[in-house]
């Protein structure tokens, strides 16, 4: 029988005299101690036992105790191992299933409630694509566009009662269906009093639908902007008489402004009162009086508003590519420059949503500079490269080169963002032909 060691074990600041054999390895006597002690719990089976000495000192599981310094009559803790270090597992299916559950997010109802608006969104935006394709003549065309939309103007009021919030994309894409509805209810040029009918059903159906927007409703300004966007193009071709590539560049660089303006506008709806108080004592409100929100809360639906307003500026000027590319290095270079813009506003943006925006706003506007030049302006094909190519060397080198160089970069983007800026104008007037 192997000789044995007389210890004391303490687990859980109560001691237990145990006699510990002196030339077996711990792993082999650690069980049966646990065991004895009452120490076999999940903590323990998860990350393991260890024995600690009076100096703090723990005990290798690998060697006997009497080659570790322990004598007779020693003093022992029995102790967990540390919880920041990394599980044991005996299984693997266990060691699977523990870090799919303590590292992944599980899918949820409210998941699959999000999942299913945007798949039936996006179905029925391609049905309003069809739809408009399809053109006015018959009227079934606006009648089904028109029951789509108040489909989901219902869902939409459903959702707004179960949830309080997330209707929003439900209402937009209700007024999205019910502008087709307008602008296919009646025959005449596509670019007139069509376009305005359309653009007029946009902003109704989203206003109509702001009270099922709850804290969404600064949401809705994205909507409106390409609402006014098509109205005005339709007054411009209509009532003015103008070309549409005039109007079309007028309203592209007006998106542009606005776009870069809307941290500016968002920061003008945050009201802040200063005033003095009156009175040292904490004033008591009166049942039902209403409470104005925090400084916090006008912020978050200030930001709203602007990543609502600089996607839809996106979406409105990626409209006037094809329209614009057709006039020719005037139209191309206009539009390069509001892309250009889009990308360099991006440094001093904070917010991922922002800087997620401005820049696959940028490069959606390039990419359909490109695939417009390849299709229909091949003789532009040489300054498309160049304007790509360019911006790329750009943006790898703002986000490449190290702190030392970055200074003298952002300088120099600085005066780049600036003469981008300023040829927006002049480029929308060449193209309008006032120079």
Not at 103 to 122: F, H, I, N, P, Y
Not at 330 to 347: F, Q
Not at 385 to 397: A, Q
Request: with cysteine.
């Amino acid at each position: 029988m192997a000789d044995l060691i007389p210890v004391t074990i303490r687990h859980r600041n109560i001691p237990t005299d145990v006699a510990l054999p002196s030339s077996l390895p711990l792993a082999e006597i650690l069980p049966a101690v646990a065991a004895r002690l009452g120490a076999l719990d999940e903590e323990s089976a998860v990350y393991g036992l260890m024995l600690v000495t009076e100096d703090g000192k723990p005990l290798s599981d690998s060697r006997p105790v009497d080659e570790q310094g322990v004598r007779a009559g020693a003093l022992l803790t029995l102790e967990v191992r540390s919880t920041q270090a990394e599980a044991r597992y005996d299984d693997l299916v266990e060691a699977v299933a523990t870090a799919v559950e303590t590292k992944q997010v599980a899918w949820s109802r409210e998941d699959s409630l999000s999942m299913s608006v945007a798949s039936t969104c996006l179905l029925f935006l391609v049905a309003g694509l069809l739809l408009l394709r399809q053109g006015p003549g018959q009227i079934v065309t606006p009648v089904c566009a028109l029951v789509c939309g108040c489909l989901l103007v219902l869902a939409a009021f459903v959702i707004s009662r179960l949830r309080g919030e997330g209707a929003w994309p439900l209402v937009m894409t209700a007024g999205a269906l019910c502008a087709v509805a307008a602008h296919t209810a009646f025959d005449g040029p596509p670019t007139g009093m069509r376009m305005i009918a359309a653009g007029g059903a946009l902003a109704a159906v989203v206003l109509a639908c702001l009270p099922l927007l709850g804290e969404d409703r600064w949401l809705i300004s994205g909507p409106l902007l390409i609402a006014s966007a098509l109205a005005l193009t339709g007054a411009g071709v209509e009532f003015l008489g103008r070309p549409l590539t005039s109007v079309l560049a007028v309203a592209a660089a007006g998106a542009a402004i606005i776009s870069l303006l809307a941290p500016w506008l968002a920061l003008a709806s945050v009201p802040i009162d200063i005033s003095l108080p009156d009175r040292t004592d904490k004033p008591v409100l009166e049942p039902g009086t209403e409470v104005t929100p925090t400084l916090t809360a006008r912020v978050l639906d200030a930001h709203g508003l602007v990543l609502s307003a600089r996607i839809a500026c996106a979406l409105i000027v990626l409209a006037c590519v094809p329209t614009l590319t057709s006039v020719g290095y005037s139209g191309a270079g206009l539009i390069a420059a509001i892309a250009a813009a889009c990308l360099l506003g991006t440094r001093a943006a904070r917010s991922q949503a922002d800087v997620a925006a401005g820049i696959a706003g940028g490069m959606a506007m390039l990419a359909a500079l490109v695939i417009t030049v390849i299709v229909s302006r091949t003789d532009l094909l040489m300054p498309a490269t160049g304007v790509v190519g360019v911006t790329g060397v750009v943006v790898l080198l703002l986000n490449v080169l190290g702190p030392s160089y970055r200074p003298r970069l952002a300088r120099a983007a600085d005066a780049l963002e600036i003469i981008v800026l300023l040829t927006i104008l002049p480029l929308a007037a060449v193209v309008c032909g006032t120079l």
